[in-house]
């Protein structure tokens, strides 16, 4: 058995001092124990916490990163010019390129502190919608990706069948996304073959894309094809969305869902960004959790979603860095926090009277982001999956009296850079740095040069 020794931690019960945490050889936390010292060969970290998990995120668009930042000919740019150059770029990439892109992407994740991801995956054609021989040709490339970082997974194919909520038929970029309900299950059963080839905290969840492009009925039979996994789908992202579902179902896009779909912890609804405050109030109270991806939602325009009301009303909380544009666990609780803020003209929204919002916004992405990946991780304690973080010496020794400091240090004044990160027991940041860091990098930016040779 493994042990890391912890000036400080945080257990299931707060803060504790000269913790020692086992690690069985399985990557599960086999013991737990404060006010010890260390074994011999223990590792030493400083400060301690459980990691948490990334519960969206498109793994391809983080190459695209920056490509977007120059304004449109159009006469206003938003989310839908941006689709249309995320459409144009992902024509360009071979399976080749989506592995090198998401091994790429997932070391940013654990180097930034998140031991495992849900990875919304929607591409699964070749260019121009033809199907690769195998079904599974880019699930098994994002789960290469899986194997040489060693991060935690939980793999959601997804489904895309229409291009609007009218029905319309699918057109260009989109193509590459298409599927139907009985090309569906087979390709979800090639995932969950591929899935157990992999390390056995991996999971399989499944993801109807969005209103958009999954119909009613569709939508119905997804949620009987694996009844106790993940379901995740995007909604009410954006101010269009809810107009054409309001044209074509008469009913809001959340309000449509909760009034007929049996919405409850298993889902996780990515976005949420317009609701009104009856459908805010309802969600929270179905039990769902609500996948933000703040930095994302601020790069593309989205709008605020009402996080005060939210948590008020119990509601359960996750983050996932989503486009990519920048991989960061501190800056998406940071711009969470802010966007309140900035909406109320007031500090501090996000906690309750007298508490941390760094240890509030911390423990609720921890908690809701291991329901969301169906992963039995977000808490130091036996049995679980050992995902771990240590913070970089320093985090808030200044005036660490103050006992959530080291928290509120690192996620609102500082780069978010972590020391050491753990995905199920897999030791794979140290001192700052993934252990691959150099072979994967350079894969990555030797597959940048070609793609930019084509752009
Ligand atoms: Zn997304």
Redesign the pocket.
Known sequence: MRTIFAATALLEDGWAKDVLVGIDDDGRVASVAKDVKAAPGSMHVETLLPAACNL?S?TFQRAMAGLTERRGPSERDSFWTWREVMYRFLDLLSPEDIEAVAAFAFMEMQEAGFAAVAE?HYLHNRPGGGAYDDPGELSVRIAAAQASTGIGLTLLPVYYAQGGVDGRPLAGGQLRFGNRLDGFAAEMERAGEIVKGLSPDTGLGVAPHSLRAVGPADLEALTGMLPDAPFHM?IAEQEGEVEEALAELGARPVEWLLANMPVDKRWCL?HCTHMEPRETEALARSGAVAGL?PVTEANLGDGIFDGARFLASGGSIGVGS?SNIRITLNEELRQFEYSQRLRDHARVVLAGAGQSAGRVLYGKALAGGAQALGRQSGRIAPGLWADLVALQRGEGLMLAKQPDLPLDNWIFCGDGKVSDLWSAGRHRVAEGRHVRREEIARRYHECLTAIAAKL
């Open positions: 969206h498109h919304f995007h990515i991806c989503d």
